[in-house]
């Protein structure tokens, strides 16, 4: 039988709890236990894909289509758990569900509440994770304990221990110990309100994981351990990492947390293998190169907007032992001051999927100074559209070529919608979602990136490149590099005449992990690393050719 980990938060929101669920499951794979990762949102919305990346972050995308929350995303990267559709729910796909069953008449009759039925349907969610070849499911509770919609998920997990026993159930609680610089020392109140609220609701934590800058004293613990009424050992320090968040699994190894866990669920584990993960941070601490580059965006001062590109661009120089610096860029100052203000010095560039047509403009000016300047390029889902936009417009010679998702009326369509799309009205699960096979050129950078003609990746986008528009660009030098297998869509763009530009309509983003570097993002970096060799060689022989002419005068 499936034991159960629930992880919750209390004090403040951004505690990482995403981060520290996704760090707990990859510890406990480490010790040989199979693991299946949840998170249930508390916010109303039924679908995550609509949501604003300004408050949500990026949406993230999973094989079978589904678009959840960005905490799926660090899931995926640190464990090998498989998501789907069940792997995240939110409050409104629970009550539509509980609607949906009253509306067929299920309920006969009866009052639908809160409790039973809200929190049976939320139980019954968990129930779906715990078949027979799983060892823990960890739910993540999203938001912060003593939120008012958080409730019903709350209640549902005190009841949960009820129907499974307490012995197969882990209450984990994150908190904030905030160190106070008027007063010199770190505050562990808050922790003691945020377990007092949670056993208000009947939920007695079994360990504390406290989020804190400084080192907590044993004294400090102590005093969390007796007002919390926990053991001192289950008062795990979880301290900020500057450096990397994949340092994470490692701190709350050293703490002892895994053991804890599997002396508390009584799991049968193996021992701990974190070498190869012990290897990536030493490589990451010490990389044989540095390199920079641009992503160039709508949303560049949300840090968790492109948070799976960021990841993986770092994934990517772990690969290549490159220490990649991001520059965050608004595509709006690219369209204000102009590219070679912006992006001079970058060793790469790379524009990433969006919608709306703000900073459009800014985008395709970024890809036409890549394309003229030889800097490597990575275009991803909007960022193919405008690259196909930039290369209709100032290669192929078509005046006010567009996308109709920004112009309806342009003279060239170069990136439209597909007639099954041109009916749909609803906003939410809508569009080309999900994993998707791909046909690769086997003369194509792609399939050097893939070593394989055979690819699958994750789509999510309405808008496809226009077939009509094919054989004008090829024969202006442009590669159609991958289709999909009937060859009816255009899913890669490169040009073969440049040091490395390609643009996919997918998002290999989210295939990206930090022991297997996403191909075209490896790709990337190992392009920008060359450029940015090759500079440092011309560099030498500038420096070296100044000296002899100096010393010839
Ligand atoms: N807005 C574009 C479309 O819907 C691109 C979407 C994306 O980049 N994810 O096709």
């Known amino acids: 039988m ?10 403040v929101s951004s505690l990482g709890k ?9 510890v406990l794979e480490r010790r040989g236990l199979r693991v299946r990762m949840q998170k249930l949102d508390p916010y109303i919305n039924v679908d995550p894909g609509t949501m604003s990346p300004y408050q949500h972050g990026e949406v993230y995308v999973l094989d079978d289509g589904s678009e959840t929350d960005l905490d799926l995303g660090h899931y995926e990267r640190f464990t090998n758990s498989p998501l789907t559709r069940d792997s995240n729910y939110t409050t ?11 509306r067929r008449g299920e309920f006969l009759g009866k009052t639908v509440q809160v409790i039973p039925h809200i929190t049976n349907e939320i ?5 779906k994770m715990a078949d027979d070849d799983v060892d823990v499911v960890i739910t993540e509770i999203g938001g912060t304990v003593g939120d008012i919609e958080s409730q019903p998920f709350l209640e549902a997990i005190r009841q949960f221990s009820l129907d499974v026993g307490k012995e197969n159930c882990l209450y984990i609680h994150l908190t904030l110990v905030p160190y106070l610089k008027a007063a010199g020392e770190l505050k562990t109140k808050p922790t003691q309100h945020s377990v007092g609220q949670l056993r208000e609701i009947g939920i007695q934590p079994d360990i504390l994981i406290c989020r804190t800058e400084r080192t907590i004293s044993r004294e400090d613990r102590e005093k969390m351990a007796l007002f919390c009424n926990v053991p001192l050992d289950a008062v795990i320090e979880e301290k900020d990492k500057d450096f990397s968040i994949y340092e994470v699994p490692l701190s709350l190894v050293e703490n002892g947390l ?6 508390k669920l009584n799991l049968h584990a193996g021992t701990l293998d974190l070498d190869d993960w012990r290897d990536l941070l030493h490589r990451l601490r010490n990389p044989d190169h540095e390199i920079s580059i641009a992503v160039v965006g709508k949303y560049a001062e949300h840090s968790d907007a492109y948070k799976s590109i960021y990841e993986a661009l770092d994934h990517a120089g772990m690969h290549h032992r490159a220490q990649v610096r991001i520059g ?8 204000r001051e102009g590219p070679e203000r912006i992006l001079s010095g970058y060793d790469g560039i790379l524009v990433p999927g969006g919608f709306g047509e703000r900073g459009i403009e800014g985008k395709v000016e970024a890809i036409r100074f890549a394309r003229e300047r030889n800097i490597p390029f990575l275009g991803i889902c909007l960022g193919l559209q405008c690259a196909a936009i930039e290369f209709g417009r100032n290669v192929v010679g078509l005046e006010n070529a567009h996308s109709t998702e920004f112009q309806k009326d342009t003279p060239h369509p170069l990136i439209c919608l597909l007639d099954e799309q041109q009916q749909i009205t609803h906003k939410g699960g809508t569009m080309r979602l999900g994993s998707q096979p791909c046909v690769l050129d086997t003369t194509s950078r792609a399939f050097e990136c893939y070593g394989s003609a055979n690819i699958d990746e994750r789509h999510r986008h309405r808008y496809e490149f226009n077939n009509v528009y094919r054989q004008q660009f090829i024969a202006h030098g442009m590669m159609i590099a991958g289709t999909n297998p009937a060859g009816t869509l255009v899913e890669i763009l490169e040009i073969p005449s440049h040091p490395w530009f390609v643009a996919v309509q997918f998002h290999p983003e989210f295939r990206s992990k930090p022991t297997a570097a ?6 990337l970096i190992g392009a920008a690393i060359k ?8 560099d030498a022989a500038e420096k070296v050719e100044d000296q002899q002419e100096s010393s010839r005068k």
């Not at 139980?123 to 129930?127: A, E, T």
């Not at 895994?258 to 002396?263: C, G, K, M, N, S």
């Open 531 to 538: 450029r940015r060799n090759a500079s440092r060689k011309t």
């Open 518 to 523: 996403q191909p075209l993002f490896a790709g």
């Open 328 to 335: 965050r860029i608004q595509s709006e100052d690219v369209e």
């Open 258 to 263: 895994d053991e804890l866990i599997v002396r």
């Open 92 to 102: 409104g796909q629970i009550y539509l569900s509980v609607i949906e069953k009253e």
């Open 123 to 127: 139980k019954s969610v968990i129930r």
């Open 18 to 26: 995403g981060l520290t669920s996704a760090s707990i499951g990859m």
């Open 2 to 11: 499936a034991k159960h980990i629930f992880v919750t938060g209390g004090v």
